[in-house]
């Protein structure tokens, strides 16, 4: 049994021996910065630490569409009337005459405005830009 603890412990000393040789060969790496240490790739995200200079930066949002409806009005109607609706059929519609039109972003109220004719076009000029405590009130209509 002392023969296998024997060459046990050579082949021990023989790996040893190999190993430290080869660390003794091989240039130390340099310590890598202290963000290398970190293995997250992502910084983590806190409201406090947006650039300033993206603060204020819209510009990657300016070329996104979004639908713009001007409306001029509502009404319920009861499908039997809706049925019986044919071409030159009126329909009242909740509003008066020389209201505001409505101006919806993306079905969301955001401003009032007047209807206009430009080179025999229709448009809307904008009066008036609503408040998010009356966009909300309008919601609630």
């Known amino acids: 049994m002392s023969e296998e603890t024997t060459q046990d412990d050579s082949a021990m000393d023989d790996w040893g021996a190999a190993m430290a040789e080869q660390a003794a060969s091989e240039p ?46 509502r009404t319920k109607i009861a499908i039997k009337n809706l049925l019986q609706l044919a071409q030159g059929s009126v329909v ?19 401003a009032q405005g007047e ?8 448009g809307i000029r904008v009066t008036d830009i609503i408040s998010p405590a009356e966009r909300i009130r309008k919601l609630n209509k």
């Not at 819209?58 to 009005?73: H, K, W």
């Not at 009242?92 to 955001?110: S, V």
């Open 28 to 73: 130390t790496p340099e310590k890598p910065p202290a963000a290398a240490e970190n293995p997250s790739i992502f910084k983590e995200f806190s409201g406090s630490s947006v650039p300033a200079d993206t603060h204020n930066d819209i510009d990657f949002i300016l070329d996104i569409p979004v639908q713009l409806t001007v409306e001029l009005g």
């Open 92 to 110: 009242e519609l909740a509003g008066m005459a020389g209201e505001p039109m409505d101006i919806l972003i993306n079905g969301f109220l955001i």
């Open 115 to 122: 209807v206009v004719v430009v080179n025999d076009k229709f």
